[in-house]
T-cell receptor, first 117, second 116 residues
Framework: AQKVTQAQTEISVVEKEDVTLDCVYE???????LFWYKQPPSGELVFLIR??????QNEISGRYSWNFQKSTSSFNFTITASQVVDSAVYFC??????????????FGQGTTLQVKP | DTGVSQDPRHKITKRGQNVTFRCDPI?????LYWYRQTLGQGPEFLTY????????KSRLLSDRFSAERPKGSFSTLEIQRTEQGDSAMYLC??????????????FGQGTRLTVV
C-alpha cells in the first residue's frame, strides 16, 4: 500500500530562519511521482514541485529546495530565510505509477508552518 | 480566470438534506478529480474522471455519493441524505493527460460543507 507520512504536525519559526519539512513515503512501485503542495488559509492547494522516482537530483527554486533520497524514502522540503508569507499548511503527496494511468494523489497529513515576524 | 472553479464556496445544510457541488476544470484538461479534506488531515481521493468516464471510485465514496461529468467538461458531486460526518472541504482538481506521464493537478479553492 502507498502511504505518505509527515511527522511534523506544526512548526513555528521566526522570520529569516531556515526550516525543513520532512516527508517519508512508502510504495511498492518502482516508478512514481512525489509532489509538494502549499495550502494557504484561502484553502486552494498550490503546486510547488513534482519529482519522478528516477530523478534524485536535488532541486532549488529561489528560497525553496528539495532533497529526494530514495535510499531513505524521503522527500524533504527546505525554505531558506523564511518569510511571514510562507505561513501555510504544506502537503507532501505521492502519485501512482504512470502505468496505472490515474494520476490520483496520496497525501500526507500536512505540516502547518507558522512564520512569526 | 483560467483556474479550477468550484461553487459554492461554502454550504451549510441540515442533516438528511441533499447537496450538490459543481466544479469547472481548466479548459482542455481531460482529467478531473474529487478529494475530501477533513480538519487537520490531508486530502483524500474520492473519484476520478477521464473526459466523461468515471474510471475510479474510492471506498470512501459511499452509495450516498454520486459524481458526474456529463460532457467531459464540468463535474457535479452530489451527497444524498447528508450526515454530520460528511462535513469537510470538498476539493476538485484537474490535469491534462500528458502522454502517459502524470502531470501536476491544479486544485480549486474547494467547497466547505457543514452539516448541522
Amino acid at each position: 500500500a502507498q502511504k505518505v507520512t509527515q511527522a511534523q504536525t506544526e512548526i513555528s519559526v521566526v522570520e529569516k530562519e531556515d526550516v525543513t519539512l520532512d516527508c517519508v513515503y512508502e510504495t511498492r512501485d518502482t516508478t512514481y511521482y512525489l509532489f509538494w503542495y502549499k495550502q494557504p488559509p484561502s484553502g486552494e492547494l498550490v503546486f510547488l514541485i513534482r519529482r519522478n522516482s528516477f530523478d534524485e537530483q536535488n532541486e532549488i527554486s529561489g528560497r525553496y529546495s528539495w532533497n529526494f533520497q530514495k535510499s531513505t524514502s524521503s522527500f524533504n522540503f527546505t525554505i531558506t530565510a523564511s518569510q511571514v508569507v510562507d505561513s501555510a499548511v504544506y502537503f507532501c503527496a505521492l502519485s501512482e505509477a504512470p502505468s496505472s494511468n490515474t494520476g490520483k494523489l496520496i497525501f500526507g497529513q500536512g505540516t502547518t508552518l507558522q512564520v512569526k515576524p | 480566470d483560467t483556474g479550477v472553479s468550484q461553487d459554492p464556496r461554502h454550504k451549510i445544510t441540515k442533516r438528511g438534506q441533499n447537496v450538490t457541488f459543481r466544479c469547472d476544470p481548466i479548459s482542455e484538461h481531460n482529467r478531473l478529480y474529487w478529494y475530501r479534506q477533513t480538519l487537520g488531515q490531508g486530502p483524500e481521493f474520492l473519484t476520478y474522471f477521464q473526459n466523461e468516464a468515471q474510471l475510479e471510485k474510492s471506498r470512501l465514496l459511499s452509495d450516498r455519493f454520486s459524481a458526474e461529468r456529463p460532457k467531459g467538461s464540468f463535474s457535479t458531486l452530489e451527497i444524498q441524505r447528508t450526515e454530520q460526518g460528511d462535513s469537510a472541504m470538498y476539493l476538485c482538481a484537474s490535469s491534462p493527460k500528458g502522454r502517459g506521464r502524470n502531470t501536476e493537478a491544479f486544485f480549486g479553492q474547494g467547497t466547505r460543507l457543514t452539516v448541522v
